[in-house]
Nanobody
Framework: QVQLVESGGGLVQPGGSLRLSCAAS????????MGWYRQAPGKQRELVTI???????NYGDSVKGRFSISRDNAKNTVYLQMNSLKPEDTAVYYC??????????????WGQGTQVTVSS
């Protein structure tokens, strides 16, 4: 059973920083990509950032220059450094992974989500 476990959410003031972590565990053959999506109340889930096992990175337009993703392949863990946070960054942040598990094909997996609130 594959699990994605997020940590690091919370309340931060505008202009502040937070770091999220997500660790993939369970029976995993290979991970192609990991990253983060977010969903604010009343809005659709949107891409924050994705990193592939080859190191290619995509960022959503709204976070470019402020957020940074990194990955520890040995630990199956991805990190999201969020700087210069704005109130509009408030959302539930979901960890995402595209991976290959035993007896299965490549598939998408999601974490439970962690709340990030930017408010004074």
């Amino acid at each position: 059973q594959v699990q994605l476990v997020e940590s690091g959410g919370g309340l931060v003031q505008p202009g502040g920083s937070l770091r999220l972590s997500c660790a993939a565990s369970g029976s995993i053959f290979s991970i192609y990509s990991m990253g983060w999506y977010r969903q604010a109340p009343g809005k659709q889930r949107e891409l924050v950032t994705i990193i592939t096992n080859g190191g290619s990175i995509n960022y959503g337009d709204s976070v470019k220059g402020r957020f940074s993703i990194s990955r520890d392949n040995a630990k199956n863990t991805v990190y999201l450094q969020m700087n210069s946070l704005k109130p509009e960054d408030t959302a539930v942040y979901y960890c995402y992974a595209r991976l290959l598990a035993p007896m299965k094909s490549w598939d998408d997996y999601w974490g439970q989500g962690t709340q990030v609130t930017v408010s004074s």
